[in-house]
């Protein structure tokens, strides 16, 4: 898979060589099929693309998703704190179109797996067809079914619940962790995480914490340097428990 | 290696089976050799710890580090918006004491790998050490080297830089890293990342970004639930740059 | 002067009795001059408009308004930091339409003053008439008069600044105050409120604070009690200084 | 009343003339009687004073307070929301040390009016005290008196709760206020701004807001500029409401 941008900084996913049509004119099968990372390409119209490498944010904003998107911030967050790396074991739910789970697989790697829930049968199907594109069909396992009816897996080193209810499955959770493993879920509303947090305090999750995260973005301008005037006010709050 | 944690939920990391000595008791040699995630361990006081699988956070938390730490916040920051994963080739500059290279290499896998750079040689040999206690030494390759005087490698998907001046070396990064690959750096005052920010775009560098992360906790207490009194108000700007 | 609101919250400002038309009908000019705070008035096609006594955010939201104006947020922390209150003695440059000397005005009351000072002729006529309307001109004197040409007052209790270069009058602003007044400006640019710093610490101001205030509104909906996903990053810095 | 500043910047207040005794010396009853704001006292050990016009800030920060305080921010945001100012008539439970009664009675002058309800003859007691000390006894009355059994006043413009249960009296607030009028509740807990939305609502106030304001400082050094690594994170929501 590429990444080819044009001279305006439009970018466009190549998923499997064959004839680009733009408004800047047509790129042959045979050019894209041949090009490596860095080369430019020129259209029937005289016009550059440049090949790039996509990265999972590439491929994430150009991918077919129909539903809502856990933002940047919030997926760093949850990687920071919770510790995962390469070959950990992961689950979550729901999908969605499967920007978390790609997220997580980009990182476990093939020694590691993610197996993520998604109880609509049309999220789990464009969210398997874009983790295939994305080529980690090997280390995503998307299953079309309702995360309450249980959880096959066990030893897992984060679950992470993105769910109206998440504290309904918190007891299933904690067995299927690993000693060690962490529960993450993803939460806008104030009454979803103050309940969630009550729950898994009874259940026996240790290191309880709820966080929320604001980012801000600095302009530097001509006239000076400030913080720009708008900012994201909330997308969620993200609460963490430990299994120990 | 491993982490035992004690009833009062203080851990312990322990390197390589030997007795373990604690205010609650003696565990012998033999016991941690033996003992697999999530088993309990009796000391002869008859104290239980637990047996835990140390994630990276944990290891940081307990290593040798004498000099400060980017926060947990940032670097999930970096990762996520660099979209740095399995395979991916990053340099890092200055090392310390080796938590963000170990942050890094814990995601890169076996298939990528972590440059990093530190001028001094006392923490050079700190981070190693922590780097080797880890087990990814195969990952993380530390040189004790002044970055200043030249980048080693090149088709990199990720320069970040703890540096006083890291604009000095804009170009040489520039360089060094692969189409599609990006720089980030960290820096506490605003005239080090807004001078950053200038030089990076003489230098072509495209989606320049200067990005600030508050994080706040939610307390859930009997009265009710509230953000916590008191927050970190400011680690560093983050700013980041794209070779594209 | 009155403020009339119809039945969809709409407000309209009545600086003196007359004939009212609007699409939901007429009043009459004695209906209006008859009229106490809460009364309800009826066009002539019977529709209801609820007489309410104008505070000064109704009155600047609806004066006429030609250049920006500082935020409530901000004007907030102005007077919380100082203690201005009745009978203070403030100056503020420059005018603008006259909204921080009208929220000044309404502060320091007939035992108290303010004077503002305008470079620009027509910004001063438009603040004098909206002052004239809200009945402060007794308190507020619009000087058409650049500042840089020196301070006519004395012993003044607040010098609030919203200027590109506040600080080329700071030695005039420390002369104007009297022991225990403070300096306080707005500047959206960090730039600004660091040369100020630094210039204002060198002539002598004590207590130097730069401040910056962000406000987010919360939402109670129906499924639940959150922020606001978007929210005002940032409108300005406020520097304090006193003379001590 | 006088507030005298020594050379370490320490605040003494001086309610009265009489000898005053520090470890820098006594200044004697005749020098503090005869000295003028501005002026400069020296001590019998040649130490000097400054003598400073007390502003309300000044003074609550020296005055007797036995109870914790709204901090200025959230004051400042009341003020600036609800657009109090001269001759405005203003009612405030629970009084504590009269801090809040006092940034209010500094604002309204002598043709308006505080009225301040306390519960506890004890803090009713000391606010009393307090407030003869900045003489604004002509201007605030203390009522030592549970608000929930009545509201003896009307046609208010700002009704300002600081309680446990503020919605309990809500009812008597809104017969209570002039048409235009505010109710402004101070609340730490969420669940005390989510169940006073919903009853404000119910009761038919207008323009109901809940409102956090979050305050960060810069400083300004010699290696740069940056916020300031602490800040609180938390004081208290504010809800609004408008009787229209």
Redesign the interface.
């Known amino acids: 898979m590429k990444?080819i941008?044009d001279e305006r900084?439009k970018k466009y996913l190549i998923a499997k060589p064959q004839d680009f049509h733009s408004d800047l004119g047509i790129i042959k099968e045979e050019q894209i099929a041949n090009a490596s990372?860095?080369d430019t390409l020129i259209t029937h119209l005289n016009k550059e693309f440049?090949?790039?490498?996509?990265?999972?944010?590439?491929f994430i904003d150009l991918m077919d998703r129909r539903c809502s998107i856990l933002i940047?911030?919030d997926?760093?967050?949850?990687?920071?704190?919770?510790?995962?790396?390469?070959?950990s074991k992961i689950l979550d739910a729901g999908t969605g179109a499967g920007a978390i789970a790609l997220?997580f697989g980009?990182?476990?790697?093939?020694?590691g797996h993610v197996y993520s829930y998604e109880i609509r049968e049309d999220f789990a199907k464009i969210a398997k067809s874009n983790i295939e594109s994305f080529g980690l069909n090997n280390i995503i396992t998307v299953k079309n079914k309702d995360i309450k009816k249980g959880i096959d897996e066990n030893n897992l080193?984060l679950v992470f619940l993105d769910l109206i209810k998440p504290y309904e499955i918190f007891e299933e959770v904690y067995d299927s962790l690993?000693?060690?493993g962490y529960l993450a879920i993803y939460a806008?509303?104030?009454?979803?995480?103050?309940t969630s947090?009550?729950i898994a305090k009874k259940l026996g999750f240790?290191d309880l914490?709820?966080?929320?995260?604001?980012?801000?973005?600095?302009?530097?301008r001509q006239?000076?340097?400030?913080?720009?005037?708008?900012?994201?006010?909330?997308?969620g709050?993200l609460l963490f428990g430990r299994k120990?």
């Open positions: 990444i941008m900084g990372f860095g440049k090949v790039i490498k996509p990265n999972i944010n590439d940047q911030k997926i760093g967050t949850v990687i920071a704190k919770t510790g995962i790396g390469n070959s997220n980009n990182i476990v790697g093939p020694e080193d690993a000693t060690g806008p509303y104030i009454d979803q995480v103050e947090y009550k240790k914490a709820i966080v929320e995260t604001l980012e801000r973005e600095m302009e530097v006239q000076g340097t400030r913080p720009k005037t708008r900012m994201v006010g909330h997308s709050y120990l």
